[in-house]
């Protein structure tokens, strides 16, 4: 695996380069603590269930300080902070509710009324689509008022919001402490669930340190690694120089190999002995049959009109994967939140979703194909390696289903030490029922990998909208059938049915059909090597004969052409436009 990740190293400091950053909130690495009665009863940190930090704006924090918590309430009076704040929240951190006017003015306002912080309450979904579930902590514009804030703003999630309500209402004295972390951020990289066949050494265990002891020295970091039987397996140790108030990366350079065969809950914990009472977990699953972009528990959707209408009504995401031996993959899983309330009812056969496996890697040159790396937003050593499509209506649960994959040519065989996205896609574009809605797929909890080389991130394929803050899309690769609540067995279209001519072609591609019986639809779309729709035509009552697509206006490359009949099923092959 060590070449995959030294790769995808490379990747992630190509894509993000060095960067100057504006200061604010979030400059800095800290969690919050609440105080009841001077006691600390929980401690919340960015992301999930936690909290967000204005990003390039707020002001910042520049040490370790409590203060007393409200609500604030405005000349209307109400707690959006949308107008005047009176001047009497002196010496507090002030609570104010999401919604009707921008961030930045709520956060002026509450300055203007004389608190030192201020934490925005993300809403709940009927009050504002875009709130998702109460666990979520989502960033925070500026918008005209931002730069002129100069105190502290956050943005607590419901979750945590509710527990200091509670504490207000019951007459308590709660406190937030702002406190700063030394440690963060460790690392282990793996896929959160990974098949036991693919257990191979952890290459890039690493964790950030802050030096806030004042002077330039050096540290000695330290990981203990537990395995699931509870078990010290190893222990790393890591010497790095840190200039006083400097942030750095103490990367352990032995890697670690797990047991062989020993599945389970693998936990590893980081210290460093300029840091004392300091310390950060890490921890990674190998399971007997599956690979996971998710924390194997789900936890709601997540989706965006807006930017699924920026993106031509289509929505995708995706997610690298890394094999270790390499193996053979037989299902994919993921799941629908809001079928219900948007399946196409005038359209049916348009509800589709339809899961792609690509190879990224696919000239096997050892460099991880991403647009961002060139800066030519073009993907182009992408190869669609096994497809599957899944049809939905009012009736789809939001329970995770399994899907079989159908391989484009051959099998469904993974090469080791090798790099996949595992996609989906939704086409909205013909959506007649539900104009402009997005469909929203099945998330988990965000699940952190290290931000250098972004495993499992949401990946922006073409115009595609792809990711949203704390949430990780739900997609799994499987061996074997393990858990899924409902399985969508292939609908394979027999090859003898149909063939594509001529291929390689300069001027037309023809799609010829033999079917077995009048099928009330045949669908046939030409996708690049993004998965993207090129063109596309729809049959009626069709049977046998040709579907031809003019390929002059498209640029040499590789294309696939997609069939989905009504009745016999659905194939893609790979066909090669040269000019």
């Known amino acids: 695996m060590k070449k995959s990740l030294t790769l995808l190293a490379a990747l992630f400091m190509a894509i993000t380069g060095v960067m100057a950053q504006t200061p604010g909130t979030n400059t ?3 969690v919050l603590d609440l105080k009841i009665n001077g006691t600390v009863v929980s401690t919340f940190r960015k992301g999930d269930c936690g909290f967000s930090a204005a990003d390039q704006w707020g002001g910042l924090v520049v040490g370790d300080f409590c203060l007393p918590i409200v609500w604030a309430y405005d000349i209307t009076p109400d707690s959006l902070g949308c107008d005047s704040i009176p001047n009497i929240y002196a010496g507090k951190m002030v609570m104010i509710r999401r919604g009707a006017c921008e961030f930045g003015l709520k956060g002026l306002n509450a300055q203007k009324g004389g608190a030192s912080a201020v934490a925005i309450v993300n809403a709940t979904l009927a009050a504002n689509p ?40 019951a007459g308590q004295q709660p406190e937030i402490c702002f406190r700063r972390l030394s440690l963060y951020d460790p690392t282990a990289e793996y896929s959160y669930a990974t098949p036991v066949g693919q257990g ?68 590893l914990q980081f210290t460093a002995d300029k840091s004392p009472g300091e310390s950060v977990s890490r921890s990674f699953r190998i399971t007997p049959n599956t690979w996971a972009t998710d924390n194997l528990a789900r936890n709601g959707g997540a989706f965006n009109d807006a930017s699924f209408l920026a993106g031509g009504n289509v929505y995708q995401t995706a997610s690298i994967v890394v094999t270790g031996t390499g193996g053979e993959v037989k299902l994919a899983t ?58 939905f209506d009012r009736n789809t649960t939001n329970e995770l289903q399994d899907v079989e994959l159908i391989p ?48 499992h991130t949401p990946l922006r394929l073409d115009n595609s ?90 640029p040499s ?23």
């Open 28 to 30: 800095e690495i800290f």
């Open 130 to 169: 875009n709130a998702g579930n109460d666990c979520l902590a989502p960033g925070m514009a500026a918008g005209v008022s931002g730069p002129f804030v100069t105190i502290p703003q956050v943005m607590f999630s419901r979750i945590m919001a509710d527990q200091i309500d509670a504490a207000i209402k």
């Open 200 to 267: 191979v050494s952890s290459d890039l265990i690493a964790v950030n340190c802050v030096n806030r002891s004042g002077l330039d020295q050096e540290f000695v970091g330290k990981c203990v690694i537990t395995d699931p039987a509870g078990t010290v397996t190893e222990i790393l140790s890591e010497p790095i120089f840190i200039a006083a108030d400097a942030d750095s990366s103490i990367t352990f350079a032995t890697s670690y190999t797990p047991p062989a065969g020993l599945t389970g809950l693998y936990n």
């Open 334 to 391: 993921f799941g629908i939140e809001n079928a219900a309330s948007m399946a196409d009812t005038l359209t049916p056969e348009t509800n589709i979703v339809n899961v792609l496996l690509y190879d990224a890697d696919a000239n096997d040159d050892n460099t991880i194909d991403n647009s961002s790396v060139s800066g030519t937003g073009i993907f182009d050593d992408l190869a669609i390696v096994s497809f599957a499509e899944v049809l």
């Open 408 to 455: 484009i040519d051959g099998d469904n065989i993974l090469k080791p030490d090798h790099a996949y996205y595992i996609s989906l896609k939704y086409d909205g574009s013909s959506n007649s029922t539900y104009p402009g809605k997005s469909i929203s797929f099945s998330t988990t909890s965000q699940v952190y990998y290290d931000q250098r080389i972004g495993l």
């Open 465 to 554: 909208f792809s990711g949203w803050g704390g949430s990780t899309v739900i997609t799994r690769l499987h061996e074997a059938a393990y858990d899924p609540t409902v399985s969508v067995n292939a609908n394979v279209l027999d090859k003898v049915k149909y063939s594509v001519t001529p291929n390689p072609t300069a001027d037309w591609v023809n799609l010829n059909l033999e079917l077995k019986g009048e099928n009330k639809t045949v669908n046939v779309e030409i996708l690049d090597n993004t998965g993207r729709t090129m063109t596309s035509q729809a049959k009626k009552n069709f049977k046998n004969g040709r579907v031809s697509f003019d390929s002059r206006s498209l």
């Open 557 to 579: 490359g590789n294309y696939y052409v997609y069939v989905r009949t009504s009745d016999e099923g659905s194939a893609m092959v790979p066909v090669m436009i040269c000019h």
